[in-house]
């Protein structure tokens, strides 16, 4: 995450955050700033509030679709391991687009490839099954038709990462 270049003054969110599994690092980056740990699902959700009793830190069920938040109001988005859950992604942009403050940026990152994630989804049975992680160049191209700016994409066996920014103007 310090890659990703978030200020200890910054409001993140956290989109999919689940149980909390990137609350603690999130928290050691973020000094006077916020973390909205939002999730579709609120039993997640209650089982990460038992882990971090932070006034930083502010749990939030919400659609990634339909956010409840003010535009313009994060620095910075996160979403680790749990875009291909989300049902409809490119409206998923558009809200990420929309809840960004000018100059703000998103990344999109998994602990590996499209690839090997997808074939891993397919064998499971139910739901999660038809769940899909879109190659980095599809997504780059999602972005960039979302208005997103500054785009850049790796993708590797072990790493899906793709980050952009909202335009300044």
């Not at 310090?2 to 928290?27: E, H, R």
């Not at 891993?120 to 700016?149: C, N």
Request: charged share 20%; proline share 4%.
């Amino acid at each position: 995450m310090s890659q990703f270049g978030i200020s200890p003054d910054d409001i993140v969110l956290d989109i999919g955050a689940g149980t909390g599994a990137l609350t603690a690092p999130l928290l050691q980056l973020i000094k006077s700033g916020r973390i909205i740990a939002a999730d579709i699902s609120e039993r997640m959700l209650k089982e990460a509030c038992r882990h971090f009793a932070d006034d930083r830190v502010l749990f939030t069920c919400t659609d990634a679709c339909h956010l409840a938040f003010t535009t313009g109001m994060f620095d910075k988005i996160v979403c680790y391991s749990a875009f291909p859950h989300i049902q409809k992604p490119r409206r998923a942009l558009s809200e990420f687009y929309r809840v960004l403050k000018a100059g703000g940026k998103v990344v999109i990152f998994h602990n590996c490839c499209s690839r090997k994630l997808n074939h891993y989804h397919a064998r499971m049975a139910g739901i999660v099954s038809f769940d899909k992680l879109p190659k980095s160049e599809w997504l780059q191209a999602w972005l960039k038709g979302t208005g997103f700016v500054e785009i850049s994409t790796i993708e590797q066996p072990d790493f899906y990462w793709v980050e952009a920014a909202k335009g300044k103007g």
